[in-house]
Every structure is written in structure tokens, then in C-alpha cells.
């Protein structure tokens, strides 16, 4: 089970630290990543990063957002210079070669103008 946290109200320009936390091992799952979704659109990744820790980032999402891992089956997103468009719920999901992603609970961030 994955549940993402870290979340919450912040002025356009700031930072968040996203936490996802699993419950059990990480390690069956091929890849991490984040995910977003945006007031009227569909969710959209953001970022993943391998089991050997490897991130990789949208081409969009390149310089404001920081995916790591941790050895505690943790995972986070850092995200900087926050703007009113990152407001949005944000999934963590644990994914596999072949198969659905697992996801988490979302965590709300929004982002004041």
C-alpha cells in the first residue's frame, strides 16, 4: 500500500517535499513515479525513477521537480518555484513491467497566486 503525503497550501514560488510511503517492500515494483492531476485535465506523470534509483522526468516537468528514493521505501518529490498551474492532486504508483500500476492515495497541493 502507498500512501502520499506532504501536501498542502503554499504561496506561488515556493517548495513542497512530497513523501510516499509504502507499507511493504518497494523493491517487486520495476519503477516509482509520480503523477499529477490538474484541475480539468487528466492525470499526467511526472517523474519516475528506477530500483536503482535512476530519475527521469517529463520533458515539461524538467527543473522544478526532483524524484528520489530513499532506502526506507520511501519516495519523494521536490518541487520548486511552485505556480498556481501546480495546483493539483499528486499520485504516487508503483509500477511494473507489464500490469496496472499500483497507486496510492493523493495528496491535494495548491498553490496560491
Known amino acids: 500500500q502507498l500512501q502520499a503525503s506532504g501536501g498542502g497550501l503554499v504561496q506561488a514560488g515556493g517548495s513542497l517535499r512530497l513523501s510516499c510511503a509504502a507499507s511493504g517492500s518497494i523493491s517487486g515494483f520495476s519503477a516509482m513515479a509520480w503523477y499529477r492531476q490538474v484541475p480539468g485535465k487528466q492525470r499526467e506523470l511526472v517523474a519516475t525513477?528506477?530500483?536503482?534509483?535512476?530519475p527521469a522526468y517529463v520533458p515539461s516537468m524538467k527543473g522544478r521537480f526532483t524524484i528520489s528514493r530513499d532506502a526506507a521505501n520511501t519516495v519523494y518529490l521536490q518541487i520548486h518555484s511552485l505556480r498556481v498551474e501546480d495546483t493539483g492532486v499528486y499520485y504516487c504508483?508503483?509500477?511494473?513491467?507489464?500490469?496496472?500500476?499500483?497507486w496510492g492515495q493523493g495528496t491535494l497541493v495548491t498553490v496560491s497566486s
Open positions: 525513477i528506477s530500483s536503482a534509483g535512476n
Open positions: 504508483a508503483g509500477l511494473l513491467v507489464r500490469g496496472p500500476p499500483t
